[in-house]
């Protein structure tokens, strides 16, 4: 049977195994799919191994994805564009392709909820691995503009100098930021360290739509401290999780595997409904 896996350190606790599984019985396509928690200098060998002895994809997380890019013997041109790799597909010539669906998914989760992206104005906080996938296919929408704002300022500057060819996006400091804005994407990891992003709460207002990359049982820091302030359109990342991995199953498999049923059956498991 044709063998898949997601290797991430910490990784037990992915969704990932769960959702490929139900893909595939949704579409009758034959594979199993597996955890690998390679500590974190043997990820080379322990990528080398799986394919050596017979796998033909993985999908790759934290804090493996820009190893995975250096590693991989192609990449995508948005896997380039992120400098990150989150999967990786034995073509059938042999060779390890190294792709990015993270920021595919966002947007497909974005407009599975309805949020217009074209002509609409975009706040993006954080500039670190999960904002860099996120601005092309962001962009690739026709914001009037994105605005990447981060703690660490100059790492915005940064991103926003690298991105200027696909779109206008610029780089202001949190104090520097002035509304209205349309859509607030959190891409920071404030809340794994239970706070949040220094975001002024006059720029929430009732008709703002709020991400957050970051998902749980029950509300994140941020879509909390966002609702207390008249936010009424709130998402977390559990959508684009089931959507990337549906991107990646596309990119394994040739077919794409419908999401809704899933992304209701995996809120099920984690206790959501
Ligand atoms: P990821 O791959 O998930 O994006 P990362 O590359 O480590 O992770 O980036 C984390 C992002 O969250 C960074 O933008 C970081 O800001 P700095 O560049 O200033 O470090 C941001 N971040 C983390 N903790 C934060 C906090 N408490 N407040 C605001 N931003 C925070």
């Given at each position: 049977?044709?063998?898949?896996?997601?290797?991430?350190?910490?990784?037990?606790?992915?969704?990932?195994p769960f959702i490929?599984?139900?893909?595939?019985?949704?579409?009758?396509?034959?594979?199993?799919?597996?955890?690998?928690?390679?500590?974190?200098?043997?990820?080379?060998?322990?990528?080398?191994?799986?394919?050596?002895?017979?796998?033909k994809g993985c999908n790759v997380t934290v804090p493996f994805k820009e190893q995975a890019f250096t590693l991989v013997e192609r990449l995508s041109p948005r896997a380039k564009r992120a400098g990150a790799v989150n999967t990786i597909k034995l073509t059938d010539d042999g060779v390890l392709l190294g792709d990015n669906t993270?920021?595919?998914?966002l947007v497909a989760d974005l407009k599975s909820h309805g949020v217009t992206l074209a002509d609409s104005r975009i706040l993006l906080l954080g500039a670190g691995g999960a904002a860099r996938g996120a601005l092309a296919p962001l962009l690739a929408e026709l914001p009037s503009e994105l605005v990447i704002a981060n703690r660490t300022h100059t790492k915005a500057q940064q991103l926003a100098?690298?991105?200027?060819?696909?779109?206008?996006?610029?780089?202001?400091?949190?104090?520097?930021?002035?509304?209205?804005?349309?859509?607030?994407?959190?891409s920071t990891s404030a809340s794994l360290q239970g706070e949040l992003p220094p975001l002024a709460p006059a720029l929430i207002h009732t008709d703002i739509a709020i991400y957050d990359m970051?998902?749980?049982?029950?509300?994140?820091?941020?879509?909390?401290?966002?609702?207390?302030?008249?936010?009424?359109?709130?998402?977390?990342?559990?959508?684009?999780?089931?959507?990337?991995?549906?991107?990646?199953?596309?990119?394994?498999?040739?077919?794409?595997?419908?999401?809704?049923?899933?992304?209701?059956?995996?809120?099920?498991?984690?206790?959501?409904?």
């Open positions: 049977m044709d063998r898949y896996l997601v290797f991430g350190h910490p990784v037990r606790h992915s969704k990932s490929h599984t139900l893909f595939a019985r949704q579409t009758q396509q034959e594979l199993e799919y597996g955890l690998a928690e390679p500590a974190v200098d043997e990820f080379a060998q322990a990528l080398r191994t799986f394919f050596d002895q017979g796998g993270d920021g595919a998914g100098a690298e991105f200027c060819d696909l779109g206008p996006v610029t780089a202001q400091t949190y104090e520097q930021l002035a509304g209205p804005f349309d859509l607030v994407i959190n970051m998902y749980g049982a029950s509300d994140t820091a941020f879509i909390s401290w966002a609702k207390q302030h008249g936010a009424r359109q709130t998402m977390d990342g559990l959508g684009m999780l089931v959507e990337q991995a549906a991107e990646a199953f596309t990119v394994w498999r040739g077919i794409r595997p419908g999401t809704k049923q899933v992304l209701r059956e995996l809120k099920r498991n984690l206790g959501v409904i």
